[in-house]
Nanobody, 111 residues
Framework: QVQLVESGGGLVQAGGSLRLSCVVT????????MAWYRQAPGKQRELVAS??????YYAESVEGRFTISRDNAKKMVYLQMNSLKPEDTAVYFC??????WGQGTQVTVSL
């Protein structure tokens, strides 16, 4: 059974950085397309970044500031977030193949 557990969220001032981590249990990690989504209060969940066999995808709002990476040997996926803005405040979710979700980790960016 595949499970995802996120960590690394927290409170940071605008302009700061955070790195989110997601550990994946189960087999065939290298086959999964991994993604990070986020959901702000009162808004729909949105795709932030994803990585698979093709080039990484980034939402326009985070392009150039966020970087998604993965370590297949460790079954980990990361989201490096730089130059954070208050509008990046949300619960961030790790996702595998569009089907399996983690529990989420809160990111709050203050002015």
């Amino acid at each position: 059974q595949v499970q995802l557990v996120e960590s690394g969220g927290g409170l940071v001032q605008a302009g700061g950085s955070l790195r989110l981590s997601c550990v994946v249990t189960g087999d065939f990690f290298s086959h999964y397309r991994m993604a990070w989504y986020r959901q702000a209060p009162g808004k729909q969940r949105e795709l932030v970044a994803s990585t698979g066999r093709s080039s990484p995808y980034y939402a326009e709002s985070v392009e150039g500031r966020f970087t998604i990476s993965r370590d297949n040997a460790k079954k980990m996926v990361y989201l490096q977030m730089n130059s954070l803005k208050p509008e990046d405040t949300a619960v961030y979710f790790c996702n595998a193949d569009g089907l399996i979700w983690g529990q989420g980790t809160q990111v709050t960016v203050s002015l």
